[in-house]
């Protein structure tokens, strides 16, 4: 890697973990009894929301422009289309996970599935915003050869 990409890796990263700082401190001035065991479904949804913009952002502003032939509006829609059905599918396969793993299945599935979302945001998310919805280049990249 240039130096310059690790520059930018280390930036990006850095903002992520701000964001992360600033959802737990910053809702409690503008939220009375905040705090993030408290309230920790509101946090959970808050810190998914805030790391979700900053990757997007991150992506949209950090990566370099893709070729003409590809940068069709209905190419854009689709590959939108396709990484919003992969996330959705990355937080159930989560939540089936945390389920395995001994959370209560019944009695706290909102709390399971925001969990979920959050792992699938710091996961999932950043693949797909670096990798796309193309499937050969996440078995590429995750396979053992790759």
Not at 123 to 146: D, H, M
């Amino acid at each position: 890697m240039k130096e310059a990409e690790i520059r930018r890796l280390l930036a990006a990263n850095l903002l992520g973990v701000l964001s992360i700082i600033l959802t737990a401190v910053v809702p409690a001035f503008f939220w009375d009894g905040f705090t993030v065991l408290g309230t920790h479904l509101a946090w959970l949804c808050i810190c998914s929301v805030c790391v979700s913009t900053l990757n997007v952002i991150l992506h949209l502003v950090l990566k370099p422009n893709l070729s003409p032939k590809r940068s069709s509006f209905a190419h854009k829609i689709s590959r939108f289309l396709k990484c919003c059905i992969y996330f959705f599918m990355s937080c159930i396969l989560f939540h089936a996970i945390i389920v395995l793993y001994g959370a209560p299945l019944i009695e706290s599935v909102t709390e399971t599935f925001l969990f979920a979302v959050l792992l699938s945001t710091f996961t999932t998310l950043q693949c797909l915003c670096i990798l796309g919805p193309n499937v050969q280049a996440w078995i590429r990249v995750f396979s053992k050869n790759g």
